[in-house]
């Protein structure tokens, strides 16, 4: 069952689907390149790695909790003025526990005969557009690598809230806004130019064109059906309540584009 939406669903947004939806995404793209770069090329997942450190703001390094110690018959008054002084203090040290590891998945497009890297495709998380934190300095360290090396970069940017993340500057951005999504490629070696795909809510994603080696032409990447296969198979339809507003919610511009689609 495809999405009432037009395009990009808004409620994948939330944190309750979007890192099941990452994953599919991305998986159903590499799928939909594979035929057309098949034999010269191959598209593979990667992963880039990184540890979200615990926010100290929000859990302390040290809890204290008093624990009743139960008892097998009832103590006399002597006893009971006394146990008040003598019950333990428990201590939970919570700067021990370890901070599991996060995974976020690429896609890789690579020569099949030597394995060299031609272009990495991005599709961007809420911790890469987080104001602070790991997952916003991996990505950076990852989009500076790519940005410096011979590999072209496609970054798709399916989330409304958070901080400017994608390679082009917020001034070139300012030229093609409004948006409510953007996709951008970046060529090498001409990487200062930035082909960019504004998109809004009351349309369909577009298809990329993903650059490859000089010598061969690009490949279409179709955004809409990846996102429409991506929904189905992750049976959204059943779980997503459309009688709540979605997580972030829409603001009044984003609502007014949508009604003349929606009704």
């Known amino acids: 069952m495809p999405s009432r939406f037009p395009g990009m669903d808004p409620y ?12 599919a995404f991305l998986t159903y793209l590499r799928d939909a390149l594979q035929p057309a770069l098949r034999p010269r090329y191959h598209a593979a997942m990667d992963e880039r790695l990184y540890v979200e450190t615990t926010n100290r703001s929000v859990y302390p390094d040290v809890t204290v ?6 008892l097998l018959r009832e103590p006399s008054p002597a006893y009971s003025a006394a146990l008040a002084f003598s019950l333990p203090v428990v201590l939970e040290d919570l700067s021990a526990v370890e901070d599991d590891p996060v995974r976020e998945p690429t896609v890789e497009i690579r020569t099949t005969g030597d394995d060299t890297l031609v272009t990495v495709i991005e599709l961007l998380s809420p911790a890469n557009k987080a104001a602070s934190g790991e997952g916003r300095i991996a990505y950076r360290r990852k989009q500076f690598e790519i940005r410096n090396s011979s590999a072209h970069l496609v970054e798709i940017d399916l989330l409304r809230s958070g901080e400017h993340t994608v390679a082009a500057s917020e001034r070139l951005l300012e030229r093609v806004a409004p948006f409510d999504y953007l996709a951008s490629v970046v060529r090498q070696p001409a990487n200062l130019r930035y082909e960019l795909y504004p998109i809004s809510l009351a349309e369909p994603l577009p298809d990329l064109l993903i650059p490859l080696l000089p010598d061969d032409p690009d490949v279409r990447l179709p955004l809409q059906a990846c996102l429409d296969r991506a929904y189905d198979n992750g049976a959204y339809a059943d779980r997503i309540d459309y009688a709540k507003p979605p997580d972030p919610p829409l603001t009044p511009a984003q609502s007014e584009r949508l009604s003349a689609v929606l009704g």
């Not at 994948?12 to 994953?23: A, G, I, N, Q």
């Not at 909790?65 to 139960?70: D, G, V």
């Open 12 to 23: 994948l947004e939330s944190p309750r689907y979007w890192r099941d939806f990452h994953h």
């Open 65 to 70: 909790s008093i624990r009743p110690i139960p």
